[in-house]
Structure formats: structure tokens, C-alpha cells
């Protein structure tokens, strides 16, 4: 499967490349400058192009099968940012996947952005970016799978997880272990069209997706 990446410069993005690497996907990284490309290359990519999320994307994505945004505005912007990547960059890359005919799209959410109001008031604004890209999404008629994992650590992952529809409590996951999810996902039958909260747990991350 040739599949594009947005986000791929990002911390999950960069742990998504490494998992994919040895994987039988063909892996189009979405870049903002030249200078990243031979890094992410590296790192797994099997190419890279040059792009811009507030921006058309559609010549970027020619060609691929799937798409899996990992993409966000980062925790030092303001709301306006966070609407502009995380909300409108996610929207249009969907819409734009649905016109060139590419089916599958994976996206990265937040634990909480199905009830954005009731969320921390200083997170309210992304995780309302997080829901209006989730309910675009999952009305979008793409072949989707919203990831929404808990707090994200730099720890080194485990490669076991917990997964539910909705999970009560808000626990903490690397950014490694979300990469892995994100690659069995795009490998596995059984999130076809699913929403589900992971954070680290005692399950391996194959067993626990097909659970679902």
C-alpha cells in the first residue's frame, strides 16, 4: 500500500516512519521545507514532498492508497494555529482524499474530543479542532479509523496498550506506542470505520485492536 503521511516531520510522525520501515508500505512523507527530506528518509520514508496543510495537497497525494494524519499545530501556538492545522489542515486533506478516490484515512484525535465542553479551558480549543476533524470525518464516507490516545510521553513504548470506545479514565501513552498503533491499523480488518481511546496497558497492540 502507498501510503501518505502528514505529520511525518512531528514526534509520532518520526516514530511512525521507524515502525514502517520495514514494512511492505510505500511511505510518501509530506515535508514543509527541503531540508527535512534526507532525515525522514532515514528514518523510512520512501519519499518525500514538499507541501503545506493550509494549503492544496492533491498533486502531494497523487498516487496513494491511504492517509494517515499525524499532523498538529504543537502546544505553543495559539487557537488560531490549532484551527488552521489540526481542524481545517485535517478537513481538507480529507475532502481531498475523497475527490482523487483514495479510500482509507487515519487520523490521530485526542482522548476527550468527543466532549470538547467538558474538557481542561485551556485545552478546549484543540480538542474542538480535534472533534469538528473527527465529525468531518466520520461523515466524510472515507474508510476511516479515529486514534485518540491519552496523554502523550516521550518514554520508550512497550508495545502494549489498552483500547475502548471510550475509556473513563485519561492515562498516558508513548508517542512510540501510538506509532505502532497506527501501523497495525492500517494493517488490520477490524478498525474499519472505528473510534477508540488507547492509552499503555497490558495488552500487545495487535491482540488488543482486534478485540475491538
Not at 520495514?22 to 523510512?44: F, K, T
Request: glycine letters at 8%; one cysteine or more.
Amino acid at each position: 500500500m502507498h501510503v501518505f503521511i502528514a505529520g511525518a516531520n512531528g514526534q509520532i510522525g518520526q516514530h511512525l516512519l521507524r515502525e514502517m520501515a520495514d514494512s511492505d508500505h510505500e511511505v510518501r512523507a509530506l515535508i514543509r521545507h527541503p531540508d527535512q527530506g534526507p532525515e525522514l528518509q532515514q528514518l523510512g520514508a520512501t519519499e518525500t514532498v514538499q507541501g503545506d496543510l493550509e494549503h492544496d495537497c492533491s498533486e502531494a497525494m497523487r498516487g496513494c492508497d491511504a492517509v494517515i494524519f499525524t499532523a498538529g499545530s504543537g502546544p505553543h501556538t495559539g487557537p488560531d494555529k490549532t484551527i488552521d492545522v489540526d481542524q481545517d489542515g485535517a478537513v481538507r486533506l480529507m475532502d481531498t482524499a475523497k475527490a482523487m478516490g483514495i479510500k482509507r484515512f487515519i487520523v490521530v484525535s485526542s482522548m476527550r474530543a468527543e466532549e470538547p465542553e467538558k474538557g481542561p479551558e485551556k485545552l478546549r480549543h484543540y480538542l474542538w479542532a480535534k472533534h469538528n476533524a473527527d465529525e468531518h470525518l466520520k461523515n466524510s464516507g472515507l474508510n476511516y479509523t479515529i486514534v485518540r490516545p491519552g496523554q502523550l510521553t516521550n518514554e520508550e513504548g512497550t508495545g502494549k496498550v489498552a483500547v475502548s470506545a471510550k475509556m473513563e479514565d485519561f492515562g498516558k501513552i508513548p508517542r512510540q506506542d501510538v506509532a505502532r498503533v497506527l501501523l497495525a491499523v492500517l494493517d488490520s480488518d477490524t478498525t474499519t470505520n472505528r473510534v477508540f481511546d488507547v492509552v499503555s496497558g497490558d495488552t500487545p497492540v495487535p491482540e488488543a485492536l482486534a478485540k475491538l
